[in-house]
């Protein structure tokens, strides 16, 4: 899932939104030297960065997702990955996460959702549920 080309990032981010209510949004394509970029907006949100006990809360009671037991984290060196029928999120970690302050829920940004095929959910399933 490492790196993702622009459509691959495009799509985490739209299935950010989807699953956490983000408000990212495409602004355009920037030219730049080194070759071109996705300009992206994100509002600011006001909130404090959450604790392990936040996000397990999040994740594995209120969403229902399981977390995948990786020997090798996708992400930061402590991070976390849940899944739930074909969707993963990757690179779950305090420093991703924040409490809003004005829902009282936890944000994710800057996680690495993906959406797997049926084929690729099943493998998952089983490697979890042998």
């Not at 944000?107 to 993906?114: L, Q």
């Not at 493998?123 to 979890?128: A, D, F, G, P």
């Amino acid at each position: 899932m490492l790196p993702a080309t622009p459509l691959e990032y495009l799509e985490r981010w739209n299935t950010n939104n989807r699953l956490f209510g983000e408000l990212v949004e495409l602004v355009g394509v920037q030219r730049t030297p080194e070759g071109p970029r996705l300009v992206i907006s994100q509002p600011h949100v006001p909130g404090e960065i959450s604790t392990w006990e936040e996000i397990e809360e999040t994740f594995v009671v209120k969403s229902r997702m399981r977390r995948l037991r990786i020997t090798q984290p996708l992400g930061g060196y402590d991070a976390h990955a849940y899944f739930k029928g074909r969707v993963g999120v990757f690179d779950v970690r305090p420093l991703n996460c924040f409490h809003h302050a004005e829902t009282n829920e936890l944000a994710a940004i800057d996680v690495i959702p993906r959406t797997f095929s049926r084929a690729e959910a099943d493998i998952l399933e089983r490697i979890m549920n042998p």
